[in-house]
DNA sequence: TCACTCGTTGTTAGCGTTAACACGACTTGA
DNA sequence: TCAAGTCGTGTTAACGCTAACAACGAGTGA
């Protein structure tokens, strides 16, 4: 399969010489050119597949000056979120034709965002996508001067890049509502970290849902998406005797809630009804099973891709926002509030 | 910042030209020469300074077939375990120097893997990381012509690839050996899919545990790594009376197991002691938290890549294995057996 | 018949870098 | 003092591709 060792591998010169014409000709076979006679093509063809020849995508890219290749930034890509938005786009990018290279950052200060640009902008990427979804992430990128076509993923409003990103406030309401219309007198909350942009939407739509129906809205109890910080949010929770449902702002911290209610011998949800946000592959086995709101992290990918590749080929230059309804999940951790609590 | 619009980007000529030298004694500053008189030198740099001169890679990768970049191909990474081996490559890559482009594979026939390293190839990476989790994908990667330096993750023995992979055998010898030092009888296990070497090598240290003690092993119920078939696992063992001890092979299966014991009010570890495998960030919370075996993916990760870049830098030819070994995490879901049972 | 167009192919000149070699100015040792 | 290094630098030629233009024969309309 042309690889016999100890050979230097084909270049377009050698499949001229064999299918006796000239490179030029292969370069117009491979690129798809009109103007070449079917015999011809047939002939290059076969001598393409006979030295097993490929194209040399490094120079063509010197002299194209695009590489094809996509440069992704995110944060923590161990996280079920990010991970999965990476894995839409990822899937997105590869079947639009362009490579992805990818620059995980361990924190998302403004440098890294910069810093992890400067690199992907090195290596020659023809656009990036960041997923910034810390308000410091979000605002690096509005300030800095973009040489290269961005798009965010859940990146706020400043600046001139594009946005996709998956509605939060609606999410946030979702699951309000959800527990009003339950008979719920009000809704206590577990936020995400405060400079986090889908925490702030969960609070303003958690806090819009509770004003519409004209309840009062408790403090919220701040956690950093952690089960941990949800178990130790949990604990608080189960001491006041006045909380009957709790809006908590992902599945993990959830998980956590419910663990300190069990340990407190609060039922869920007997005594509190509890819904989470995400809907990672684990929350249906959660005790009880977890109502929650899901997330379509495959298509914010998508999608982001779609945006990122308009703007490439078909140059245009206005910027774009596009936003993903979130989904609505019941299960087995909500219900009407206890008579006597 | 050099990004006056519609100027081009400066190249190493205009450095050249603005320092009064030769391109190539920018050059040979910039690739740390040691002919190069330190005024030249300083002179070259802030030339480069002042024009915001950033080096072509393309145009190096041409001339020095060496791009600089390696790929990764993995499956599935929103998956924990293939998430957090990325990203422990990704973070050794950089840290080296080189960047990282990735391949997700949905299903990981041997077409796939073939497909991926072809493209790979084809955008011209020096070296390919393959996380090969499946017996087919370790085979597949085996009898490939490997025309790249490549390192399997969970590779499996064959072939002339060099592998880093948890010690999966020891890791269920852990989990066996702890349950039955408590005192268990013997230990049911739920096994991952049968074409996964990860779950081969759970089951056979569960096994050897169990046999070295002298012990019957009951037939193994199969899961496919999800929490549902944990669940359906689950409900199956809660009907057999005799069970006191079960080894799941990851902590999402063991997640289903807890959840159909808790429907079906068998108490944990009360009634049945369960061990997981994986140590995801959910299992210290599970109900009841899980004591279980973690993984090192971090350390993987970055073992492939100095395996990877030993080869390529010092033209290492041997074929490495790297074990990493596996840990125990004790918490509340292993007891003593109950008297009676 | 001639001027013109069109389809097909070849030739030449880059893209921006590094490698290889050339060359003069110094040093060094006999 | 001269042959033989070193050092610092410049010149030229690739790397493998596409873009731009040139060339040529065949068809077309006047």
Same mark, same amino acid.
């Given at each position: 399969? +042309?690889?016999?060792? +100890?050979? *230097? =591998? ?30 011809? *093509?047939?002939?290059? =063809?076969?001598?393409?597949?006979? =030295? ?37 786009? &990822? ?79 609606? +999410?946030?309401?979702?699951?309000? &509502? ?53 178990? &130790? ?21 959830? =998980? ?86």
């Amino acid at each position: 399969m +042309g690889s016999r060792l +100890g050979r *230097r =591998l084909p270049v377009m010169a050698d499949v001229a010489r064999e299918a006796g014409v000239s490179h030029q000709t292969v370069s117009r076979v491979l690129n798809d050119h009109p103007n070449v006679r079917s015999e011809t *093509r047939a002939r290059v =063809l076969q001598a393409i597949d006979k =030295l097993g020849y490929r194209r040399n995508l490094v120079a063509r890219a010197l002299v194209t000056k695009r590489s094809r290749t996509l440069g992704v930034v995110s944060f923590d890509t161990t996280l079920y979120g990010p991970a999965s938005t990476v894995y839409g786009i &990822e899937q997105a990018a590869r079947s639009a034709g362009y490579f992805v290279s990818i620059v995980s950052l361990k924190s998302i200060d403004p440098a890294g965002v910069r810093d992890a640009l400067d690199y992907l902008a090195d290596q020659g990427v023809d656009g990036v996508v960041v997923v910034a979804p810390q308000r410091s992430a979000a605002r690096a990128l509005a300030d800095l001067p973009l040489a290269i076509p961005t798009v965010a993923v859940e990146g706020g409003q400043a600046g001139e890049v594009s946005v996709v990103s998956v509605d939060q406030v609606a +999410g946030g309401r979702l699951a309000t &509502e959800h527990l009003l219309s339950l008979g719920h007198e009000t809704v206590w909350h577990v936020s995400g970290p405060s400079d986090w942009l889908e925490a702030e939407g969960r609070v303003a739509g958690w806090r819009a849902a509770l004003e519409q129906a004209g309840r009062e809205a408790p403090q919220p109890l701040a956690g950093d998406w952690s089960p941990r910080s949800g178990y &130790e949010a949990g604990r608080s929770l189960a001491r006041m005797t006045d909380v009957t449902a709790v809006f908590v702002a992902n599945d993990q911290m959830a =998980l956590g809630v419910l663990r300190a209610f069990t340990e407190q011998g609060v039922s869920v949800p007997g005594q509190v009804s509890v819904v989470g946000f995400d809907d990672i592959p684990e929350s249906a086995y959660f005790s009880p099973p977890l109502t929650t709101i899901s997330q379509d992290f495959d298509a914010v990918g998508r999608h982001s891709i779609e945006v990122l590749v308009r703007r490439l080929e078909d140059g245009l230059q206005e910027r774009e926002r596009l936003v993903v309804p979130p989904a609505f999940v019941r299960r087995a951790s909500t219900a009407r509030p206890p008579e006597g609590r």
